[in-house]
């Protein structure tokens, strides 16, 4: 895969402006005297989750936030997206960006400012919602890097662009934003940054690496038809229920023997719904499939074997054309793999470093979870993006996971809890100086 960014294929020398890092010690006693009213702000997000395309007050909110500090601001963007600009005289412009939707998850932390939202979703079922993947800490961190940034203008030039996203768990906030013109209509960033909260990273510390950093990520339906009848007489019938499980285990064999070990591959079938009565034997199964990889060519391949395997199958059955399996790919709900762009992340990570300490930033690894931030680099504009990891996990915790082996909860668990005083301290740290310098960034050649 070829990506080019900003930086060019020449090494550059870097040279960054002395008074970003002469007023650090300014920088770090603002963020202290700001932390408890972004301690207010995250609890208060955190309480009020909303559902995706649901994010009507959280965007307000922070709407909001970004007109008090004097920011041009957008709102309605793509559904419920958020976009802030500030220019602050001639320079890059550096984009940021946080998610906003929870999860249909009813909370089991025992804080008491867990969330209490119940609400219907799409299918009107009543569920629980909650911030079960830290878009309230993402937020949150949003609105305390703008504060710090819009604080001490004097220290970077440039154009500030603050995007709040919406619908990012069902992967289609950043598409929408991106059609309605986010490029066009308000700014063309020369760097887009983003962080996600890790369950398994202490907080105060942050992981980043260069290239693939999240996966290509595809739902599948697979629909498989039979010849029902009475489960006393499966003679008479052709079982979807028994085609249902063989195929369940042959499709492990794409990821096994049909894909080179060397490319990472996911086939995970999630769900499967057939039947309704002990002795009835139905006319049809549905599975429902997760896919994910990085290389689009291997995600091209696991489509194409389900599609063979799944009609293979039902022509050993002795099923005829009409009833062969649908093999349907949720197209629009699609999220291509992130890719941080090398010299950004390099970048970004010096920074980082600069920030809070060398022993605080380790190397991150991929991970076969899926982020539609990649979809912001990966427009006709080609921009180069970086997402880092910020660790959120007590510290003790952490440590006695360690000592004693024990699985902490993960994200999208109902029981996930983020340490989040010291996160969004070390989350807005590392952002501020990161967009600081991109901003007072100087090349020779």
Not at 4 to 16: E, M, P, R, V
Not at 25 to 32: A, H, I, V, Y
Request: aromatic residues 6%; contains cysteine; proline residues 5%.
């Amino acid at each position: 895969m070829s990506i080019t960014t900003k930086f060019g294929s020449a090494l550059c020398t870097i040279a960054l402006s002395v008074s970003v890092s002469l007023h650090a010690s300014d920088l770090n006693e603002q963020l202290t005297k700001q932390l408890p009213s972004l301690g207010d702000l995250y609890k208060h997000l955190h309480q009020y989750p909303e559902l995706s395309n649901q994010e009507k007050s959280s965007a307000k909110r922070l709407a909001q936030e970004f007109k008090r500090l004097g920011m041009t601001v957008t709102e309605q963007v793509g559904g419920h997206g958020v976009v802030a600009l500030f220019k602050n005289g001639e320079g890059p412009t550096v984009m940021i960006r946080a998610d906003m939707d929870g999860l249909p998850i009813t909370e089991e932390t025992g804080k008491e400012y867990a969330s209490k939202v119940t609400t219907l979703n799409r299918n009107n079922q009543q569920v629980g919602v909650m911030h079960g993947c830290g878009h309230d800490v993402h937020m949150t961190n949003l609105v305390g890097t703008a504060k710090q940034l819009m604080n001490n203008k004097k220290l970077w030039q440039g154009t500030l662009m603050l995007v709040a996203q919406p619908a990012e768990e069902v992967g289609s906030g950043a598409k929408a934003m991106i059609k309605e013109g986010l490029y066009s209509k308000f700014a063309k960033p020369d760097y887009v940054l983003g962080l996600h909260v890790s369950a398994n990273l202490p907080a105060g510390k942050i992981a980043i690496a260069p290239g693939y950093a999240l996966a290509n990520v595809d739902s599948v339906d697979i629909t498989i038809k039979g010849k029902g009848g009475h489960g006393a007489y499966p003679h008479t019938t052709i079982d979807p229920v028994v085609l249902a499980a063989r195929m369940v285990l042959a499709l492990q064999t794409i990821t096994s023997r049909e894909i080179s070990p060397l490319k990472p591959s996911v086939i995970t079938v999630g769900a499967i719904h057939g039947g309704a009565k002990h002795n009835v034997i139905s006319d049809q199964v549905t599975l429902q499939l997760t896919l994910r990889s990085y290389d689009p060519q291997v995600r091209d391949q696991q489509i194409a074997a389900l599609k063979r395997m799944a009609n293979g199958i039902a022509m050993s059955a002795g099923l005829p054309e009409e009833l062969m399996p649908i093999v349907y790919v949720h197209e629009d709900e699609r999220i291509p793999s992130t890719y941080n762009a090398p010299e950004l992340a390099t970048f970004v990570k010096g920074s980082i470093v600069n920030a809070i300490g060398a022993e605080n930033v380790v190397e991150a690894e991929p991970v076969m979870a899926g982020e539609d931030f990649g979809l912001f680099g990966r427009t006709d504009e080609n921009i180069p993006i970086t997402i880092f990891w910020l660790g959120s996990v007590n510290m003790k915790d952490y440590e006695l996971s360690v000592k004693e082996g024990r699985t902490l909860p993960s994200l999208h668990s109902s029981k996930f809890a983020p340490d989040f005083e010291p996160a969004l301290y070390t989350g807005v740290k590392a952002m501020t100086q990161s967009a600081m310098d991109l901003f007072n960034r100087k090349e020779s050649n």
